[in-house]
């Protein structure tokens, strides 16, 4: 069957003089005014909001504002000044019962907090039970004669509880119907409270208090008084001394502008230490009741002019010796302490600031708090819960919170994001977490055990990295809960958008020999990532003796025939062994299945039959402990046996280079493509579509070829093959002709069958004919520019033998994966641009830097970011694009740093003409170098 593909129709400038329908008029009378714009704004870059719908003002082809719809919020999100603002279902750590299901309050894909299903009650027969947090109870609720939740009693359950302890005599006490409260009917009359002496079961009775006082309550003065029911002590007109009788009186900073400065010498010294130092000297004390509930920051500088140790404690509560709870103790060897803290709002606490001696001073001491609205995982006491996480899991926002203390890897650990990870299992995990700064940025990785924070519980990890990831490895125990930070090693270094991954290791064979990687549900090839170095107690039949070995565990789902290759990924040269074992026994093994050896390559394969079910053990290993073994990579497939495949469709071709063909390829494989007259798709099958020099051979030269992924088509219906299809990328016109093959590998890509037009094997003569033509010349986007703030720019190249007038000329762009193109159009004024030469439009607003090496300065061509499609016509015909038109990619296209955002891209100095098909999927990596945001100095030449 032959397939053609219909022609693209270049005629979108037939659009143009019909979007120009909508602009608004410029006045004729003195040329600078513009009248009859519907909806006027004042100032470009500006934003409103008309509904639910976000405008922001532009400048359109006539140089009049007007506003454009920009963004329509989500479903049940607002608009609200200029921005889509979310509707939150739910507040953060909220539950609630829905039906017999627990439901948590979380953060949606949208940003959004929403209420997310978390415990059926139901699967455990129970139910549930809000009435204060959500929590699963026993039996049928109130009336069965157990308490549950939040009764007081129920029935007979009475919690233990008699007439006495309600203060009444003698008798048969009750519960209510509402399981909220005692009946006391059948009691008798209670003692004579109120003549001033206690009678059982009275603890008080009006003067007569047991001769108990306040300080027998834990307070530290006032007058105690009975309760008029004689059954409990009254503490209302109880105190704690105040601020001042045992210590310097504190200063109100509650209202103060930060920084705030008190100045003298302060030299009170409690006459009780804390956690961080138990002998304080020198101290000032302030008083700070803060109006929101939040996290702050609390930066304290002491100005002697001596070098003093700095102290710095904050108390909940005003109580002074004995103090209230100790919420932070700081310990610094500077004249400067800070540390962050959660507070509530509308509670009062006590800040001391201290040196540690008597021989240091302190001296017009300074202080600034600071509040951070609360995101997820900025403080520890606000760290994001991953327990439940799907990974990887992404939080969004700046994290610039600085912990109390460092930890080992680095001393003065910044712009912290903390999470807390509850495992169910015990296993070997392993942590990855990256910075999405824009910065550059070295990161550190700490994992601690428990979530003590300030002082920290045992730090079990801290890893230091040069780059905006870092990771770590070691065994957690299942149920413990653990606390991890991730931070940066300077303040001026941003944690922007932190993305975190957790993955486990079971440790089921790990107590004789090293823990075996489980790849049993893993998506092959799978890369294992660091240098495995054990050497066994005991060798394998293909290599004595065995080093630096890695370990795999694999249970399979089916029983056949198997294909099991590994690759080591040392940069040195290195033998490798590969062992097969039935069962996970380690030292000594249990039977040996297979044992390979690859005596001059990186990598091994073997075949080997396996039973569904059964557990096998496999080890990759090298032969010597001069070589290494690096990120190893692994691949277990089904193994099938290529009956016959051809390249069925386009036999013989011919296209523009850098273009792309659909291409078709049959396939035989006995007991599979049989199976049924529809696709018979198997994870094992893997066909690809390729193209290579004219006469050579992909079987044995392998550089020469490139080889493009094809998927089985599901509308073929055979009873004997499959169809397999997919797009070759056609290489460049210089090397043209070319041959086309297709390959096909049974066991998942460890090894291939190479297929011509008419089968297997494969044969030059019947190979497939492709014919690679090279467009003409024509005005291109040489070098885009999406860098900070309003630094965007393009520019153009003629790449032609001849002058261009640029008046033909426009740019059309397609927001944020829109189809249609947006009402503002930018036309290149008159100018005649020489053969070879480039012109520079740069956006109004761009800084004086970029602005210096620009032609023009227009806004309706450099209005874009970095999911913006853009098409480039002269003459109404498509030239040039980038992007690709209809589709959203979310922030960009490509891949840092070739990619559309936070970056500056060159066109390759080879190309001489544009990507005319605007349609297909985008990568600039395909034709242009990326470069570094705000990289200005290659703009006005090209190549």
Not at 657 to 666: D, N
Not at 896 to 922: E, F, H, I, K, V
């Amino acid at each position: 069957m032959t397939r053609k593909s219909m022609p693209r129709l270049a005629a979108l400038w037939v659009l143009l003089p019909a979007l120009a329908l909508g602009a608004p008029a410029c006045s004729d009378d003195d040329g600078d005014v513009c009248d009859n714009v519907v909806n006027p704004c004042d100032t470009v870059d500006t934003v409103s909001c008309l509904g639910n719908t976000v405008q922001t003002c532009t400048e359109n082809v006539n140089g009049c504002l007007e506003w454009a719809d920009t963004e329509t919020c989500d479903t049940g999100d607002t608009c609200t000044d200029g921005e889509c603002v979310c509707a939150n279902e739910c507040a953060t750590g909220a539950s609630q019962c829905d039906g017999d299901m627990i439901q948590l309050c979380a953060m949606g894909a949208d940003g959004c907090y929403e209420w997310a299903d978390d415990t059926d009650c139901a699967d455990s027969g129970e139910s549930c039970d809000d009435t204060s947090d959500a929590i699963c109870v026993t039996g049928a609720g109130c009336g069965n004669d157990v308490r549950e939740g939040t009764e007081l009693c129920d029935g007979d359950d009475l919690d233990d509880q008699t007439c006495e302890d309600e203060n009444f005599g003698p008798g048969t006490l009750a519960c209510n119907d509402t399981c909220d409260g005692y009946i006391t009917t059948g009691c008798s009359a209670a003692a004579d409270c109120g003549n001033d002496t206690i009678e059982s079961p009275e603890v008080c009775d009006g003067t007569d208090l047991d001769s108990e006082d306040c300080t027998d309550h834990g307070f530290d003065e006032g007058t105690l008084g009975c309760a008029s029911n004689c059954g409990s002590f009254d503490t209302s007109s109880c105190t704690y001394f105040d601020p001042g009788i045992t210590c310097a009186a504190a200063t109100d900073i509650s209202s103060a502008t930060f920084p705030f400065t008190l100045t003298g010498t302060f030299d009170d010294d409690p006459t009780v230490g804390f956690s961080c130092d138990a002998s304080a000297t020198n101290v000032v004390w302030y008083e700070y009741t803060p109006t929101t509930t939040g996290n702050y920051s609390i930066d304290a500088t002491n100005n002697t002019t001596d070098w003093a140790y700095s102290r710095l404690v904050v108390l909940d509560g005003t109580g002074c010796a004995p103090y209230d709870t100790e919420l932070l103790c700081l310990e610094v060897e500077d004249y400067v302490a800070n540390g962050s803290i959660s507070l509530t709002g509308g509670n009062t606490y006590l800040i001391a600031f201290f040196t540690d001696g008597d021989d240091y001073s302190m001296t017009n001491p300074e202080i600034h708090i600071t509040y951070y609205p609360s995101i997820p995982g900025d403080t520890c006491a606000n760290a994001e819960d991953l327990t439940s996480a799907t990974f990887p899991h992404s939080l969004t926002g700046t994290f610039p919170l600085e912990p109390a203390t460092g930890f080992s890897c680095d001393t003065t650990a910044t712009n912290v994001v903390w999470y807390e990870f509850t495992p169910s299992t015990s296993a070997i995990y392993t942590i990855d977490a990256t910075n999405n700064s824009a910065d550059w940025a070295y990161s550190r990785l700490v994992l601690l055990d428990g979530t003590g924070c300030a002082p920290y519980d045992t730090e079990l990890f801290c890893e230091t990295s040069y780059y905006e990831t870092a990771s770590g490895s070691t065994f957690l125990e299942g149920g413990n809960t653990y606390l991890i930070a991730f931070f940066t090693d300077e303040a001026y270094i941003s944690m922007e958008d932190p993305e975190i991954y957790i993955s486990s290791v079971a440790v089921d064979a790990g107590d004789v020999c090293q823990a075996p990687i489980d790849i049993s549900s893993e998506t092959f090839p799978h890369q294992v990532s660091g240098t495995f170095d054990e050497d066994p107690t005991t060798s394998f039949s293909c290599g004595i003796p065995a080093t630096n070995t890695v370990w795999f565990e694999y249970t399979p789902t089916t029983t056949g025939d198997y294909a099991v290759g590994a690759t080591n990924a040392t940069t040195d040269n290195a033998w490798s062994r590969l062992v097969v074992l039935e069962g996970t026994s380690c030292a000594p093994y249990d039977t040996e299945l297979a044992c390979v050896v690859d005596n001059t390559g990186l990598s091994a394969m073997t075949t080997v039959t396996l039973t569904a079910g059964t557990t096998y053990l496999i080890a990759f290993f090298t032969d010597d402990d001069e070589y290494t073994m690096v990120d190893p990579t692994i691949t277990v497939s089904p193994s099938y046996t290529i009956g016959g495949c051809n390249l069925q469709d386009p036999v013989t071709y011919t296209g523009d280079e850098y273009t792309s063909v659909m291409t078709y390829g049959q396939l035989y494989i006995a007991g599979l493509t049989d199976a049924t007259t529809g696709p018979d798709a198997n994870a094992a099958i893997i066909a690809e579509v390729g193209a290579g020099p004219d006469g050579s051979d992909p079987t044995t030269d392998f550089a020469d070829w490139d080889w493009y992924p094809t998927v089985i088509n599901t509308a073929y219906v055979d009873s004997s093959d499959d169809e397999y299809m997919g797009n070759l990328i056609l290489p460049a016109g210089a090397g043209s002709p070319y041959d086309m093959a297709y390959r096909v590998s049974g066991d998942g890509g460890l090894s291939w069958t190479y297929c011509d037009t008419v089968d297997t094997p494969y044969t030059i003569a019947d190979a497939g004919d492709l014919t690679v033509t090279v467009p003409p010349d024509t005005l291109i986007i040489s070098e885009y520019i999406e860098g900070s703030s309003d630094n965007k720019a393009l520019e153009f190249y003629n790449a032609t033998a001849a002058d261009i007038d640029l008046s033909t000329c426009q740019v059309l762009s397609y927001v944020n994966g829109s189809s249609t193109p947006a009402a503002t159009v930018y036309t290149f004024p008159a100018v005649n641009l020489a053969a070879g030469n480039t012109y520079v439009v740069c956006n109004t607003a761009s800084n004086a830097t970029l602005q210096a090496y620009c032609d023009e300065l227009n806004l309706a061509a450099t209005n874009f970011n970095g999911n913006d499609a853009m098409e480039l016509y002269c003459g109404g015909v498509l030239v040039d694009s980038i992007g690709q038109v209809g589709d959203n990619p979310g922030a960009f296209w490509g891949t840092a740093p070739t990619r559309t955002l936070n970056a500056t891209l060159r066109r390759d100095g080879s190309r001489t003409y544009g990507d005319t098909d605007s349609s297909d999927a985008y990568d600039p990596a395909t034709e242009w170098s990326g470069y570094a945001q705000d990289t200005f100095d290659g703009l006005g030449t090209h190549p």
